[in-house]
């Protein structure tokens, strides 16, 4: 299996613009994750899915961000407008489903280390 | 809440000593706890993870955890260092959301 894979892995926009980065998660796994890791406030999870559907968001830092998995091969994690305090990089993990009993560990993409300027 | 703490933001051992990589947690029900390792410019890896059972966890690389209920921590570690272990690591744990919270990462150096 090829793991998680994300595009672009690097990412420079000007403030303002639209930005949309991708996630193909390993086939299989029933749960996708998008985080955001930065030095000042580490990894950070901005919303999940399983088995395509929303579960919860909370971690989504304005209406300028937006995700969505319209099926269960691909996701994307969408800023517009984006500002320059939003360059980070970006992970999409994805897992097994997830039992109470049973946790399943995620596996990571490469990031998109993403560069507003 | 769920939380973790890393209390050490970065650890420098000498190669072939032992390492110790602290982790401490707080969730309310049975915690699930994980430890993964970032490499520059990489995705983060899973290691090891402790569920139910033996305390002490073996896992990927040499690496083992051991799970204290009563100390609240999941402390990393390796009898024997490698420079290759230098890294960023991180101690997550999940109760029964299915959402990972991770700690603030803990840098190991390894110097030869």
């Known amino acids: 299996d090829a793991g998680v894979i994300q595009s672009p892995r690097h990412e420079v926009t000007e403030m303002g613009q639209e930005v949309t980065l991708r996630c193909k998660p390993i086939?299989?796994?029933?749960?996708l994750f998008w985080y955001r890791q930065t030095m000042m406030r580490g990894l950070e999870l901005l919303i999940y899915f399983n088995n395509n559907v929303p579960i919860d968001d909370s971690g989504m830092p304005e209406d300028r961000f937006s995700a969505k998995m319209p099926n269960a091969s691909f996701s994307t994690l969408k800023i517009q407008p984006s500002e320059p305090r939003d360059s980070a990089v970006y992970f999409c993990?994805?897992?097994?489903?997830?039992?109470?009993?049973?946790?399943?560990?995620?596996?990571f993409g490469p990031g998109t280390r993403l560069t507003v300027t | 809440a769920q939380s973790v703490a890393q209390p050490e933001d970065q650890v420098n051992v000498a190669e072939g000593n032992p390492l110790t990589v602290k982790c401490t947690y707080s969730v309310s029900g049975n915690p699930y706890l994980f430890w993964y390792v970032q490499y520059p410019n990489r995705g983060l890896q899973f290691l090891l993870k402790?569920?139910?059972?033996?305390?002490l966890v073996k896992g990927s690389y040499g690496f083992e955890a051991e799970f204290n209920k009563s100390q609240t921590s999941f402390h990393l570690k390796k009898p024997s260092a490698l420079v290759s272990d230098s890294a960023l690591y991180f101690c997550?744990?999940?109760?029964?959301?299915?959402?990972?919270?991770f700690g603030q990462g803990t840098t190991l150096q390894v110097k030869p």
């Open positions: 993990a994805s897992s097994l489903f997830f039992l109470v009993d049973r946790p399943y560990e995620q596996y």
């Open positions: 086939s299989g796994h029933d749960y």
């Open positions: 402790y569920i139910t059972g033996d305390n």
């Open positions: 997550a744990v999940t109760g029964n959301t299915g959402k990972l919270i």
